[in-house]
């Protein structure tokens, strides 16, 4: 929605970037901490252009999100043992 602040969800994604409009909203991976990227509403027009770089499974949806999620954590990597939620 334009002009309305919102979060992309990285679900179903396991490590890439994400370019809406031209812009690069931020690069993810499903091993956590951080499963959302901050979208300015500003950014945001009627029709947008999502360019997804996806390294490895790709999604055939994208989900927005009101609010972030910064504390899920997967607990099957040995990246990261514990992460102190941001609340």
Do not use: S
């Amino acid at each position: 929605k334009p002009g309305v602040d919102t979060f992309f969800h990285a679900a179903n994604l396991t490590k890439g970037c994400v370019w809406i409009n031209g812009f690069n909203i931020g690069r993810y991976w499903n091993i956590g901490p951080k499963q959302t990227l901050y979208v300015p509403g500003e950014l945001l027009k009627e029709e947008n252009e999502i360019v997804i770089f996806e390294m490895f499974n790709g999604a055939d949806t994208v989900e927005f999100v009101d609010a972030p999620n910064l504390c899920e954590v997967r607990e099957d990597t040995a990246f990261f043992a514990e992460v102190d939620c941001m609340q």
